[in-house]
């Protein structure tokens, strides 16, 4: 999937522009290409790699402007590497800022005076995208959010108030992107239960497959529930981010507690035919290694299979990040581990390589076959996924391609709980308690997971050589030898 925000950009350049979207993740570089000015979104986690791109352009002469959430929050740092900055949202200033670089009178700088009105925004340019790599495509129609949790950079960005875009604009953009299988980006989607009511009964007509964004609060209202589904939802992200509830308390996540039971909030969700990719966070201030442990037999017991599980880290622009620097908790490790994937600061009651290796212990356990297996006995058996996918946009060389697949990885296979887990699914499919296109979805699901556990684990020692080499144990014990 590639990010909506060179897409959403494009879409506000003047039309003298001539306009190319590079995304590394499907394309390299062009080195005989040069442009006359070159614009980089950053990320905590690719700052480094930014920064080597625009070297290699403003060493040819030409001007690089970044933009993005790290870089609006580190912008003398990010001046160090650009000609200029871009901060926070793009709307009321991309087009001033390009017309000085035409006059070659470039600012160090550009922010807007306050938040867009976002009711009609332009379309974002997907015609400059190779759809032939790319799965789904993110739509926004809302910008905001009404919570201020400690490690999240959204209400700083885009503000504590709520924007919301008028359903026709939201309808004609949906109706012109060159798939129907959605992502919405929004933080929360059904956080103003009246706009995502009339929201769903317009997208019943379009007939498109979506995911999106909710908090757990989402699980009490049952008929907004089976709305979402009829309108084509398949998935939806929610932050648990702990099941230790001092720690929820720590991060200013109190809204989770709306819903006391997570248990009884999940069934709800998986009862109405919706998977959940269930976010968790180790390594607030009252985490112990106990956390994980606690998380993982919390997926088995619940079948969550879609899981992001994070070592929490503290970007720049968080509260998070401003409280540990005055603590002296953070310090200069390198960007690329600022992923989630990796510790990046001193942890209250946890060193760093116990940290990381429970970490990578608890994921390779989380997404083995066996574990994968279990899940979907209690994910699939009561028939709750029976309902094929809204879009029917597959086509006749995709379902072979994927047939073939599917057959060598999970029944020419030497594993013995790959074959299990495919043999429960066609029985699952034989007995209609799963659809085919959400069975071979699962399937493809689980081996990315899988694939991309092996590929972390294929470069441990190299990684846990560098943890190693910021670990002083936990802050607890540093302090304690002061």
Sequence with gaps: MVPLGLPMVASLTPDNYDIRIIDEEIEKIPQNDLPDVVGITTLASTILRVYEIAKWYREKGIKVILG??????TVDDAL?????????????????CLRDFEKGELKPFYKSEGKCEFKTPKFPRWDLINMKKVFQVGVQVSRGCPYRCEFCLVSNVFGNKMRYREFDNVVEEIKQLPTKKVLFIDDNLTANKKYARELMQRLKPLKISWGCMSSIEIA??????KEMVEAGCFNILIGFESLNPESLDETNKDHNKAAKIYEEAIKKIHNAGIHITASFVVGFDNDTLDEFDNILDFTIKTGLSF????????????ALFDRLTKEGRMYDSNPDFRSGLFPCMHYNKMSQ?????????????????ETI???????????????????????????????MLILREFYFTSDPYKKKIFKLLIGYIKAKTISIDKAASFLFSMLSYHRHIEILKANLNEYREI????????????????
């Design 373 to 403: 297996y279990n899940k979907a006995i209690t994910l699939f058996g009561d028939g709750s996924f029976i309902l094929p996918f809204n879009d029917n946009e597959a086509t006749f060389f995709f379902k072979f391609k994927s047939t």
């Design 80 to 96: 160090k590497h650009a000609d200029s900055v871009v901060i926070g949202e793009a709307e009321d200033v991309w087009e001033t």
């Design 353 to 369: 390589i116990d940290i990381f290796n429970k970490y990578i212990a608890t994921l390779d356990k989380m997404f083995s076959y």
């Design 68 to 73: 993005g959430p790290y870089s609006s929050f």
């Design 307 to 318: 899981v992001n599980l994070n070592i929490l880290g503290a970007p720049p622009g968080t």
């Design 220 to 225: 009490k209202d049952e008929a907004l529930l």
């Design 467 to 482: 943890v190693k080499s910021y670990d002083q144990g936990s802050w607890e014990e540093m302090n304690k030898n002061k």
